[in-house]
């Protein structure tokens, strides 16, 4: 049955796009810990750690998410996981956005000078404080526009969820364009939901980018 | 674990998987050339003095990279034969990558265009060279030089993203998964193996990239 | 008993031989001047000396902790042995003051308002009292060196290393580091410093080491080594710094 766009449609679209900043911040969270992970792997001394790493980074981001989406949603139930699109899409969004945010959190910290670590060592500070109090505090600063900047790509991402079903803004802008037959302003709208959230982002990461007292 | 692993049931599939990779690289690479055209110009609008043309790039690259591929898919082979423009799947998956693709390389090329000094342009102009010839041999390359590793992690990327075509029903290696699937039931290792097909692929363009480096780039720079 | 002892110390990066067998000592109160080609050996014999760098083979004793012991106190060692760098490397993320108070509260334990008290004395000391509140980016090359002197000396190490302090600074900034320099020689600051500086080296330093190609080339009394110097290569250097 087709109907007209209405303001209906825009309500169902936001209410859609509180599951698209969900499955983001749950994918940021699990993502950021997994990445900790990765990151740690990449850096220690211990080579077949740092193989494993490189392997595990190369695999994401030389794949495409979407076939990282279809391999989890289809994967999952061979080990007796519930299928449902809902953990696939938080699982392989998580994964996927570890292998990101490890590498932007290693170029961080190891772009602190190795000075920095000297000046530390110069004035007697154990390893652990002059890591926590003269590398991290820099190394944040730094990380903190790119990875704000890949959560903005991750927001984008989640719309490829809708593609093994799952239900976001993308899914649901599908859906209305079929049943009221107004593509154009059903995912008009969507666009803009997404520009809004996502400019609010890139907007945030450029002020971030100016903070003063950075590493120079 | 009582799944029984057959990746040999694709193997009579391999005709298709072929086909999809050589429909791939042939999107990524038309893509690719007209995203760097568009590119140029964004960045040449972006950078320049005119008011009019910096406001429509800047608008153009904001809207582009603040809104999902998926959705700017959906608009152009859904919404746009709404206005009367209507394109095919596959032209549609062009149209709509390219356009996506050129913010992303604009951005890339101004930052590159604006890392040139303008001492630089000066001995240019200073050797006699007329503006577009300073353009095209001292600033060009010296910029395109400065973002190449950029320029090129955003074509892989690109690559990578043609898979989401798969979805408007354009023909490429994604879509071959699907019809592998329907044909043989095995999800799992259909889309497997598809998936690390790209990998192939990744890695292969990486590798060219780095060749065209060392010959446009290293080489020449050494020899000059 | 010397402050320093080094003995027979051989040093490579790769195959490449950096020191090849220094043995010197220091005594309490002494500044001694390093001079020297670039390439000589300078910095590393420095940075072995407060345990940045790892020598292959010799002996190091500094203020009674052997550096080259496999499991030295290094981080004990560094608080004696404090050392200020070519690049300044003060803390950019942190204001002066928490430059100078960061050691002081998480090494020594002191109280803050403690350590504040110190940083206040310290930037005092180096002239820049009214800098306390300011960071690293919005001081000029030589105040960020005299900060880097403050936060050193607020450690009260019994020796200091200085490489090439004024190397990074613009001309007309260079007096005021050694100024500062000059300030602590005089408290009496078991000193080693390697410089360009020769003029500084011939006044203010009790004694000089002549560095050439890894080894001490020369080791005397700073104004008659300088004014006198026995071998063919000091000579040639000096006539080369001095133009
Ligand atoms: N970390 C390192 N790895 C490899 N080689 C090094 C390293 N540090 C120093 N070297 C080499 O050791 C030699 C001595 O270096 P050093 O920095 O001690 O010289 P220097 O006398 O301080 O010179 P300058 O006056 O230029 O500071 C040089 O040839 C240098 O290239
Ligand atoms: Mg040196």
Wanted: aromatic share 8%; glycine share 8%.
């Amino acid at each position: 049955m087709i109907r007209e766009f209405g303001p209906n449609d825009i309500v169902y679209l936001l209410e859609a796009a509180r599951w698209t900043v969900a499955l983001a911040l749950i994918a940021a969270v699990g993502g950021g810990i997994l990445g900790v992970i990765v990151a740690v792997l990449r850096i220690v001394p211990f080579k077949p750690a740092n193989w494993l790493a490189i392997g595990f980074i190369n695999l994401i981001q030389g794949t495409p998410l979407l076939g990282q989406l279809f391999v989890f949603f289809f994967g999952l139930p061979l080990f007796h996981v519930v299928v449902d699109p809902w953990v696939a899409a938080a699982l392989s969004l998580s994964i996927y956005a570890s292998a990101f945010l490890g590498e932007i959190w290693r170029g961080s910290l190891q772009s602190v000078s190795p000075r920095q670590w000297e000046a530390g060592a110069s004035l007697g500070l154990p390893y652990h404080q002059r890591l926590l109090h003269v590398i991290l505090p820099q190394a944040i600063r730094i990380a903190v526009p790119p990875t704000v900047g890949f959560l903005v790509q991750l927001v984008k991402d989640t719309s490829l969820t809708a593609l093994i079903g799952f239900v976001e803004l993308t899914r649901e802008s599908q859906i209305l364009s079929n049943s009221t037959y107004a593509p154009l302003q059903v995912y008009g709208v969507a666009a803009l939901i997404y520009f809004v959230i996502c400019f609010a982002l890139t907007r945030l990461s450029q002020r971030l980018e100016r903070t003063p007292h950075a590493a120079r | 674990m009582s799944y029984n692993f057959r990746f040999s049931a694709l193997l009579p599939y391999t005709d298709e998987i072929v086909r999809g990779v050589v429909l791939t690289l042939q999107l990524s690479v038309i893509t690719m050339s007209i995203g760097l055209v568009i590119g140029l110009f964004v960045a040449l609008a972006r950078t320049g003095s005119i008011p009019v043309l910096r406001g429509a790039a800047t608008t153009y690259v904001e809207a582009i990279r603040n809104t999902p591929l998926l959705v700017q898919l959906l608009i152009v082979f859904f919404g746009l034969p709404h206005l009367g423009i209507r394109f095919d799947a596959n032209t549609a998956a062009v149209v709509a990558l390219s356009i996506n693709l050129g913010a992303y390389c604009g951005e890339i090329l101004r930052a590159g265009l604006q890392s040139i000094r303008t001492s630089q342009v000066e001995a240019g102009r200073s050797l006699g060279l007329t503006a577009g010839q300073t353009f095209r041999h001292v600033v060009l390359f010296q910029a395109v030089k400065a973002v190449y590793p950029a320029l090129t992690s955003q074509f892989v990327l690109l690559l990578l993203a043609t898979s989401v075509v798969s979805a408007i029903g354009a023909t490429e290696l994604f879509s071959e998964a699907s019809f592998i699937d329907s044909r043989t039931y095995r999800s799992f290792e259909t889309y497997s193996l598809i998936t690390a097909a790209y990998l192939v692929l990744t890695l292969t363009f990486r590798a060219l990239f780095a060749v065209v480096w060392q010959l446009v780039f290293v080489r020449r720079s050494r020899s000059r | 008993m010397p402050l320093v002892e080094v003995s027979d110390i051989h040093k490579s990066f790769g195959v490449v031989e950096v020191l090849k067998g220094i043995s010197l000592t220091v005594d309490k109160g002494e500044i001694v001047a390093v001079i020297g080609r670039s390439g000589s050996g300078k910095s590393t014999m420095l940075r072995c000396l407060n345990g940045l760098e790892k020598v292959q083979a010799g002996r190091i004793v500094v203020a009674g902790t052997e550096v080259t012991s496999p499991d030295a106190d290094l981080n004990r060692l560094r608080q004696q042995a404090g050392m200020v760098f070519q690049s300044y490397n003060l803390f950019p993320h942190l204001s002066v003051e928490r430059n100078i108070t960061l050691a002081l509260t998480l090494v020594r334990k002191m109280k803050l308002p403690a350590a504040r008290e110190i940083a206040k004395e310290m930037v005092a000391r180096v002239g820049l009292a009214d800098k306390l509140g300011a960071y690293p980016d919005e001081l000029s090359g030589g105040q960020q060196q005299r900060v880097a002197i403050a936060r050193s000396l607020a450690m009260q190490p019994t020796l200091m290393l200085f490489d090439e302090i004024t190397s990074a600074l613009d001309p007309e900034l260079v007096g005021e580091v050694l100024r500062v320099l000059e300030g602590v020689a005089k408290d009496g600051m078991t000193m080693m410093l390697v410089t360009h500086e020769m003029n500084f080296a011939k006044n203010v330093a009790d004694r000089v080491i002549f560095m050439h190609e890894g080894r001490i080339h020369e080791d005397g009394p700073a104004r008659q080594t300088l004014v006198e110097p026995r071998t063919a290569e000091l000579r040639s250097f000096l006539s080369a710094v001095l133009h």
